[in-house]
């Protein structure tokens, strides 16, 4: 990276909106990368860990908090971290699980800015019905996905790496060079820096591509 080109300082994130629907998100440009997963496998932790902050995205014991569209400006005008709703393990009535989808899909089918999505996954779980739908939609729309398999630090590294190589080896004959993948533990920090380079390759893509 050189001296003139921005750095996205992670750390500076802060809240910006919630939005139940499309036309309450902010205005469609610059660019923004969407978090999406189960309910149970980490996002907020795995935010927070990207952001090296503890409460910027809520992680609660009860999963399905999530019910909005949450947006974090960055350091860079224009610049987006995007919380999505995890309603896969949710505990919540149909009809507000249809609501969340529709509004998902809505975002994700419209959202220009959109630059490329992190699903996580909790690594022992990997491939659920919500991750195989936002692997369909990706596979779809051409839109990057890079996979986070989180929660690394409850198995040994030998099965985290024979998951990771078997996931890496189906993704990639589904969607090409347009998936990346990694392993990553918030609790120990594991993996943050290649998640951050990931990003601000997305966010900056005048930047060289990096190896995944």
């Known amino acids: 990276m050189t001296e003139e080109t921005p750095k996205i300082h992670f750390n500076?994130?802060?809240?910006q909106v919630s939005a139940a629907k499309l036309n309450q998100c902010p205005e469609d440009v610059g660019a923004e990368v969407a978090f999406a997963g189960r309910s149970n496998a980490g996002k907020s932790s795995a935010?927070?860990?990207l952001?090296?902050?503890t409460r910027l995205a809520r992680t609660s014991k009860t999963p399905g908090r999530t019910q909005l569209i949450n947006f974090f400006s960055l350091n860079i005008e224009g610049l987006r971290i995007v919380d999505l709703p995890g309603y896969g393990y949710a505990k919540v009535p149909i009809a507000m699980k249809e609501h969340w989808q529709q509004h998902l899909d809505e975002y994700l089918q419209k959202r220009q800015c959109l630059q490329g999505v992190v699903l996580v996954m909790d690594i022992r779980h990997p491939m659920k019905e919500f991750d195989e739908m936002m692997v369909q939609w990706c596979e779809a729309t051409g839109v990057p996905l890079h996979v986070l398999l989180t929660k690394a630090d409850k198995i040994k590294r030998g099965p985290a790496q024979s998951t990771l190589l078997k996931l890496k080896k189906q993704l990639r004959e589904?969607?090409?060079?347009?998936?990346?993948?990694?392993?990553?533990?918030?609790?120990?920090?594991?993996g943050?820096?290649?998640?951050q380079n990931r990003i601000t390759t997305w966010m900056l893509p005048e930047e060289d591509e990096l190896e995944d």
């Not at 500076?12 to 809240?15: L, V």
């Not at 589904?174 to 920090?189: C, E, I, M, N, Y």
């Not at 943050?192 to 998640?195: F, I, Y």
Request: glycine content about 6%; overall charge positive.
């Open 174 to 190: 589904r969607l090409g060079h347009k998936v990346t993948l990694q392993v990553f533990s918030a609790l120990k920090g594991q």
């Open 192 to 195: 943050v820096d290649l998640l």
């Open 47 to 49: 935010i927070n860990a």
């Open 51 to 53: 952001t090296q902050q």
């Open 12 to 15: 500076t994130a802060k809240f």
